[in-house]
T-cell receptor, first 116, second 113 residues
Framework: DARVTQTPRDKVTEMGQEVTMRCQPI?????VFWYRQTMMQGLELLAY????????DSGMPKDRFSAEMPDATLATLKIQPSEPRDSAVYFC??????????????FGEGSRLTVL | GESVGLHLPTLSVQEGDNSIINCAYS??????FIWYKQESGKGPQFIID?????DKRQGQRVTVLLNKTVKHLSLQIAATQPGDSAVYFC????????????FGKGTMLLVSP
């Protein structure tokens, strides 16, 4: 049963600490997305990779967030330093995008981050 | 700016009723739309999709209608069940050199037995 795997499921940390969230996309998928979900803003796109290349990270605060795909089986989202306003659920999703269509995205269960 | 929005934040129905969840989009260049269902504590899950060259698509108990003239999308759920209780999102595929999915705010569907 292929699925997107995210770790950690829950993370509580103190302001100023570094947080790293990891995602294993579905094998064979060529696109990876990071979304952040809050009650106020809903699902916001943070970063988007196609064939491991970053295509869009305009939704991320560049001074503290970074997203990478060191290999096809791992995507990471790092926050350094973390702030209370970063508290949210972070979702990773993968899919088989073609040139003009992002296509169906398969989401992980999310990483719930609480920054105190 | 252009965005995907929902008319009703919460929809309460009785079990067995038909449910209709609406979504308005403003980007006329969007060519592909998806409805997702999100249960509490889980990630969004694909329900059904539709391309802009269609105006209706049916799945199992679900139907998506697309009205490009008024930029409106709806999800119809037949014989709604308690297990359908969740937040439903519409998402549009936008092309700006590459394609991404932009999500609406979501509608919560509450189904009473």
């Amino acid at each position: 049963d292929a699925r997107v795997t995210q770790t950690p499921r829950d993370k509580v940390t103190e302001m100023g600490q570094e947080v790293t969230m990891r995602c294993q996309p579905i094998l064979g998928h060529n696109t990876v997305f990071w979304y952040r979900q809050t009650m106020m803003q809903g699902l916001e796109l943070l970063a988007y990779f196609r064939n491991r290349a970053p295509l869009d990270d305009s939704g991320m605060p560049k001074d503290r967030f970074s997203a990478e795909m060191p290999d096809a089986t791992l995507a990471t989202l790092k926050i350094q330093p973390s702030e209370p306003r970063d508290s949210a659920v972070y979702f990773c999703a993968s899919g088989l995008g073609t040139g003009s269509v992002a296509g169906e995205l398969f989401f992980g269960e999310g990483s719930r981050l609480t920054v105190l | 700016g252009e965005s995907v929005g929902l008319h009703l934040p919460t929809l309460s129905v009785q079990e067995g009723d038909n449910s209709i969840i609406n979504c308005a989009y403003s980007n006329s260049a969007s060519d592909y739309f998806i409805w997702y269902k999100q249960e509490s504590g889980k990630g969004p899950q694909f329900i059904i999709d539709i391309r802009s060259n269609m105006d209706k698509r049916q799945g199992q108990r679900v139907t998506v209608l697309l009205n490009k003239t008024v930029k409106h999308l709806s999800l119809q759920i037949a014989a709604t069940q308690p297990g359908d209780s969740a937040v439903y999102f519409c998402a549009e595929n936008r092309n700006s050199g590459y394609s991404t999915l932009t999500f609406g705010k979501g509608t919560m569907l509450l189904v009473s037995p």
